[in-house]
């Protein structure tokens, strides 16, 4: 079965500073997704990635698939509070499978 | 519509009762998933329907789980004889097949089940 390690597991950053968070998978990937959530929340779908070498971004967040397809980034800029949250990647393999997702990287923002 | 809903959105309940969960889907979205998420982990899958026919359930934790949509609608989410390590949040996606590229799921706030 497809299993996606996160890293790092937690990240605290000053309010203002870039930061970059890592999801790397165990095979191929179909699609990649991002999500947020909020603690005691539901996700919060942020973007979809399925072309090897493809780049997506909406507002400071941009986010990035390998050209293998077994990697991706996701990279914030300038942080700010309303970005705190726990960043999940989810993955599937075939298009028409449930999504698997990966642990989660818990993201704190100081002031 | 005003997305996924959830209910409840907390359940405390004694060890060894039955508890049901209920999901309203997005009312266009033809598939439902349930997931289960314990603290510091990422969602679990653990069934999903494609209109009211159940596509998987294999991934159900254990014969205690059941899962029903009977008109291909709304979902219920069933545990029986709850157990400590039940208590987890559960949460419903859902999302309409072919489409997943341009939205991902849906996802729900999630019911939170606290077993005493």
């Known amino acids: 079965s497809q299993e996606l390690e996160q890293s790092p597991q937690s990240l605290i950053v000053q309010e203002g500073k870039n930061l970059t968070i890592n999801c790397t998978s165990s095979?191929?990937?179909?699609?990649l997704y991002w999500y947020k959530q909020k603690y005691g929340e539901g996700l919060i779908f942020l973007m979809m990635l399925q072309k090897g070498g493809e780049e997506k971004s909406h507002e400071k967040i941009t986010a990035k698939l390998d050209e293998k397809k077994q990697q991706s980034s996701l990279h914030i800029t300038a942080s700010q509070p309303s970005h705190a949250g726990i960043y999940l990647c989810?993955?599937?393999?075939?298009?028409?499978?449930?999504?698997?997702f990966g642990k989660g990287t818990r993201l704190s923002v100081i002031a | 519509d005003t997305g996924v809903s959830q209910d409840p959105r907390h359940k405390i309940t004694k060890r060894g009762q039955n508890v049901t969960f209920r999901c309203d889907p997005i009312s266009e979205h033809n598939r439902l998933y349930w997931y289960r998420q314990t603290l510091g982990q990422g969602p679990e899958f653990l069934t999903y329907f494609q209109n009211e026919a159940q596509l998987e359930k294999s991934r159900l934790l254990s014969d205690r789980f059941s899962a029903e949509r009977p008109k291909g609608s709304f979902s219920t989410l069933e545990i029986q004889r709850t157990e400590q390590g039940d208590s987890a949040m559960y949460l419903c996606?859902?999302?309409?097949?072919?489409?997943?590229?341009?939205?991902?799921?849906?996802f729900g706030s999630g019911t939170r089940l606290t077993v005493v």
């Open positions: 996606a859902s999302s309409l097949e072919g489409t997943r590229g341009r939205g991902g799921y849906t």
């Open positions: 095979k191929t990937l179909y699609g």
């Open positions: 989810g993955a599937d393999n075939s298009g028409n499978t449930p999504l698997v």
